[in-house]
Antibody, heavy 121, light 110 residues
């Protein structure tokens, strides 16, 4: 079955960077786009960006441009999300979610379990 | 890329129907038939319920339905059940290969 397994919780200091991973299985990794979405404590979902598995091209929400980098490793079927210059407001659960196979126009269908990132001095 | 607008909360009794609205703009909801709806129980990952505005995801009960009129999309849940109590989020394609979520609606089954 389709499964996305994310890396474990992280605690970071303000100004540091965090890199979360999302390992896919149960489908052809190179055929499906991948989204990243975050959720701050008690808050709603926030779309951060997505990546094309074929050529690694990316698109980010304007809010995160310059601070977020999404990459993929086709040899291990893993997508990474790195967020830099962390501040307390970045404390959240970060989810990966599989998009579609036809382009940028499919929302996440299957989700990872989430990676909790805590930013605290 | 402002968040879509949803009511903070809605409630209904078992067996009743409720509708959750999701208001965007002519740049997102109004321009594309690419609205999806998610259900999220506390401490869990979101679950896709509706995509491309009206299509139920695999395995989703036909008690859930989606629609759209202009810049507003809606999720209707009929025959409310206790297990429907959760947070619901809309999501829309917003052009230029970007997406935007709504602020979320907490559904309480009385």
């Amino acid at each position: 079955q389709v499964q996305l397994v994310q890396s474990g919780a992280e605690v970071k200091k303000p100004g540091a960077s965090v890199k979360a991973s999302c390992k896919a299985s149960g489908y052809t990794f190179s055929s499906y786009y991948m989204h990243w979405v975050r959720q701050a404590p008690g808050q709603g979902l926030e779309w951060m960006g997505m990546i094309s598995p074929r050529d690694g091209s990316t698109m980010y929400a304007r809010k995160f441009q310059g601070r977020v980098t999404v990459t993929r490793d086709t040899s291990t079927s893993t997508v990474y999300m790195e967020l830099s210059s962390l501040r307390s407001e970045d404390t959240a659960v970060y989810y990966c979610g599989r998009g579609g196979s036809s382009g940028w126009y499919d929302p996440p269908d299957v989700w990872g379990q989430g990676t909790t990132v805590t930013v605290s001095s | 890329q402002s968040a879509l607008t949803q009511p903070a909360s809605v409630s209904g009794s078992p067996g009743q129907s409720i509708t959750i609205s999701c208001t965007g703009t002519s740049s997102d909801v109004g321009s594309y038939n690419l609205v999806s709806w998610y259900q999220q129980h506390p401490g869990k990952a979101p679950k896709l319920m509706i995509h491309v505005g009206t299509k139920r995801a695999s395995g989703v009960s036909d008690r859930f339905s989606g629609s759209k009129s202009g810049n507003t999309a809606s999720l209707t849940i009929s025959g409310l059940q206790a297990e429907d109590e959760a947070d619901y989020y809309c999501c829309s394609y917003a052009g230029s290969n970007t997406w935007v979520f709504g602020g979320g609606t907490k559904l309480t089954v009385l």
